[in-house]
């Protein structure tokens, strides 16, 4: 999962995002399936997440965040990196009154560089009920130094709501910032999370989006150096993704691993993500 968007995309636990705590207000990821999106965005709610300050702190603002080992860049079920170790980091700044920056960032270990990935985010949430949240925000994605990714550079508009911790759904307005097409893409995410004993839980989601770019992108196999372009032309104009896995939360640690899902289009086109993807982070 790339910080993600699946593993995409994105690292909650029992002081992060999940959690059945109602007495600590929290932000909604804009898209849910943390493994559909980039690492990045999951990273950055996972700082967002610690960021809120609870009612003994109702005057105070919060600096938190989180740095993570991951396997591959993901980016809703897409590939964005080949699978190889990518360094990641997030911090952000919450205040009381429901307002939340963040910015993140991933790169490769073996180049850094390559494969890499920026984004910032700006989000406020409310609280509907002891039982609902919700959240509305904008994030921008960049990809500086990774050419063959310049493509998905977009902003991105949504908003979430999400029931006692357990299960958020999430709508979100695509515009890409490359190129000539600016036309809004649609998604929508679902997200679910079940606490279990000795600090695990279950986490599962599924997503559907509209594809982003047609034509060729890719990146330089392990070995041979070479760049082997994916045909997204190939793929219909919207396509599912998902994931399903086990987490294990301990105070500052996290660790995750995930098994990945992507329509057969997206498989069939080589653009999806590796099979599984693992994670290791530690917030601060």
Do not use: K
């Amino acid at each position: 999962m790339s910080i993600g968007r699946e593993p995409g995309g994105r690292l909650e636990g029992s002081r992060h995002l999940r959690g059945n705590r109602r007495d600590t207000p929290r932000p909604i990821p804009n898209r849910p399936c943390r493994q559909g999106r980039t690492w990045c965005v999951a990273l950055l709610l996972t700082a967002l997440g610690t960021s809120f300050p609870g009612p003994s702190r109702a005057q105070s603002s919060n600096l938190s965040g989180t740095v993570a080992l991951s396997s591959q860049l993901v980016d809703r079920g897409l590939a964005i990196s080949p699978v190889t170790p990518i360094v990641q980091g997030a911090v952000s700044w919450a205040s009381s009154s429901g307002w939340a920056l963040g910015l993140s960032a991933a790169t490769q270990t073996r180049s850094p560089g390559n494969d890499s990935e920026a984004l910032a985010q700006v989000a406020h949430y409310w609280s509907l009920s002891d039982d609902w949240r919700m959240q509305a925000g904008l994030v921008y994605y960049t990809y500086p130094d990774n050419a063959r990714a310049h493509a998905f550079e977009r902003v991105e508009t949504g908003v979430s709501w999400l029931y006692r911790d357990v299960l958020t759904f999430g709508l979100s307005a695509i515009t890409l910032t490359q190129g000539h097409d600016h036309q809004p893409r649609g998604a929508a995410d679902v997200d679910f999370h079940w606490p279990l004993p000795q600090h695990l839980a279950l986490s599962a989601g599924l997503g559907v989006s509209q594809t982003l770019v047609g034509g060729a992108y890719g990146y330089p196999g392990a070995y041979e150096g070479q760049l082997y372009p994916y045909h997204l032309a190939r793929v219909r104009s919207y396509y599912g993704y998902g994931h399903f896995g086990l987490v294990w939360a301990y105070e500052a640690w996290r660790v995750e691993l995930d098994r990945m899902v992507t329509d057969p289009d997206i498989r069939r086109s080589g653009v999806a993500a590796a099979p599984w993807v693992a994670t290791l982070s530690w917030s601060f």
